[in-house]
T-cell receptor, first 116, second 112 residues
Framework: GAGVSQSPRYKVAKRGQDVALRCDPISGHVSLFWYQQALGQGPEFLTYFQNEAQLDKSGLPSDRFFAERPEGSVSTLKIQRTQQEDSAVYLC??????????????FGPGTRLTVL | DAKTTQPTSMDCAEGRAANLPCNHSTISGNEYVYWYRQIHSQGPQYIIHGLKNNETNEMASLIITEDRKSSTLILPHATLRDTAVYYCIVRGPTGTASKLTFGTGTRLQVTL
């Protein structure tokens, strides 16, 4: 079946612009995660949804970052007034949500955001 | 979640076994060891996970020491397509259990 898809794959924004990144999880997956990966580093957790509920947003770096999943399927990560330090790959992952500790997360290809 | 320590980089000849070590000396009894890999310009890919017993699937084998303070991921016959960054992650039901905490991983280079 289809895996996790993300769009766009590449996004270039001018500093100060707002951007919206989309994630389509695997069908039937309850849990959805967003991670940020800076160049040369491992991914870092941003936020977590179970269905439409955002249960953990402890990793969001500032109030310019906002994520939503209104119908419990597709999710959008929005970054307002982008800054150069926001340049990174944004990864989305989904999982069945059956068990918090052993649930396997499947990742999308990521969106590479470059802020000029 | 427990912290992991991995070598920064390793080389392996194609066709040979690649053995990637990971230290997790502060692991708790209910924490799992997960391995993911990330091929250049792709998202992380799940490989395998285990709690206490050794595990094997179509991709790899995971050997966990009896005291669970370290583990080894084994790719039995490495190919050029196995060149990637390999992440060892410890994950358990404490705190925010759902998230994965990645370190910097081991960069495996498979050569001819």
């Amino acid at each position: 079946g289809a895996g996790v898809s993300q769009s766009p794959r590449y996004k270039v924004a001018k500093r100060g612009q707002d951007v919206a990144l989309r994630c389509d999880p695997i069908s039937g997956h309850v849990s959805l995660f967003w991670y940020q990966q800076a160049l040369g580093q491992g991914p870092e957790f941003l936020t977590y949804f179970q269905n439409e509920a955002q249960l953990d947003k402890s990793g969001l770096p500032s109030d310019r970052f906002f994520a939503e999943r209104p119908e419990g399927s597709v999710s959008t990560l929005k970054i307002q007034r982008t800054q150069q330090e926001d340049s990174a790959v944004y990864l989305c992952a989904s999982s069945l949500g059956q068990s918090l500790s052993t649930d396997t997360q499947y990742f999308g290809p990521g969106t590479r955001l470059t802020v000029l | 979640d427990a912290k992991t320590t991995q070598p920064t980089s390793m080389d392996c000849a194609e066709g040979r076994a690649a053995n990637l070590p990971c230290n997790h000396s502060t692991i708790s009894g209910n924490e799992y060891v997960y391995w993911y890999r990330q091929i250049h310009s792709q998202g992380p890919q799940y490989i395998i996970h285990g709690l206490k017993n050794n595990e094997t699937n179509e991709m790899a084998s995971l050997i966990i020491t009896e005291d669970r303070k370290s583990s080894t991921l084994i790719l039995p016959h490495a190919t050029l397509r196995d060149t990637a960054v390999y992440y060892c992650i410890v994950r358990g039901p404490t705190g925010t259990a759902s998230k994965l905490t990645f370190g910097t991983g081991t960069r495996l280079q498979v050569t001819l």
